[in-house]
């Protein structure tokens, strides 16, 4: 079992930055591949942004979300740079342990809570 805790979500304006972390417990978190992804209200959870162990990563936010991890501290990081209202949504971590990068919620094991992010206009 992997237990997974999200947190550094929040209220910020257009353009602002948030960082999200997502701190892993359980099962070795160097050999798990993470991803973050995002849902608002009435849709399917996105995908957007995800990390092998290796640090190889994919995102959906090109330019704006970026993906890291450090794996001494099983934590895995989300730098949320130059926020839309559009990004506004409940952001979840997820675990999944084979090695390539699912983009879809169904290819993940393991999800936190999830932690809100509110971007205002």
């Known amino acids: 079992q992997v237990q997974l805790v999200e947190s550094g979500g929040g209220l910020v304006q257009a353009g602002g930055s948030l960082r999200l972390s997502c701190a892993a417990s359980?099962?070795?978190?160097?050999?798990?591949?993470m991803a973050w992804f995002r849902r608002t209200p009435g849709l399917e959870r996105e995908f957007v942004a995800g990390?092998?162990?290796?640090?190889d990563n994919t995102d959906s936010v090109k330019g704006r979300f970026t993906v890291s991890r450090d794996n001494a501290k099983n934590t895995v990081f989300l730098q949320m740079n130059s926020l839309k209202p559009e990004d506004t949504a409940v952001y979840y971590c997820?675990?999944?342990?084979?090695?390539?990068?699912?983009?879809?919620?169904?290819?993940?094991?393991?999800w936190g809570q999830g932690t809100q992010v509110t971007v205002s206009s």
């Open positions: 997820a675990a999944r342990r084979l090695l390539a990068i699912a983009t879809t919620s169904d290819g993940y094991d393991y």
């Open positions: 359980g099962r070795t978190f160097s050999g798990y591949t």
């Open positions: 990390i092998t162990w290796r640090g």
